[in-house]
Each structure stands twice: as C-alpha cells, then as structure tokens.
C-alpha cells in the first residue's frame, strides 16, 4: 500500500480566505479569515478575535501572528460565536 504524502504548508495555502482558529503557545486564540501564510506559518488574519480562556476579549481588523508562536492553526468554517 502506498500512502500520499501531505504537506502541511499546501493545506495551509488553500485555506486563504477561509476560517481558521490559530492557537498560540501562551494559551492565546485568534480566530479569523486567513488572508496570508508563509513557509515559516507566518500568519495574517482579518476580522479576528482574541480568545482568552475559550472567552472572547478582543476583537481586531487585522492580525499579524509570528509563526515561532503558532501551536496549531485549525481550518474550519463552523466556530461557536
């Protein structure tokens, strides 16, 4: 059996201008429409808000989050508001 091969950064890619959740280190979420990602997951949102403790505490026209902070980022159209 063969298995393909997935490469993170071209799931990341088609994700532009869909919703994404990006979880940072510091237990900080920013969830928003990825505008931009780079090969070192550089991250740029718009529309985004900052989730504290899974609680809203700030909203943002645009985000700009370094990759070396990026936990995780989830692809999904389907947050809780």
Sequence with gaps: MSQQVKKPLNSLQKAI???????????????????????YMNVILVDATEYSGGNPSANYGKVVIRGNNVLFIKISSDFEP
């Design 17 to 39: 201008n869909k919703q994404v959740s990006v979880r940072l280190k510091m237990e900080l979420e920013y969830r928003g429409k990825m505008a931009s990602v780079d090969q």
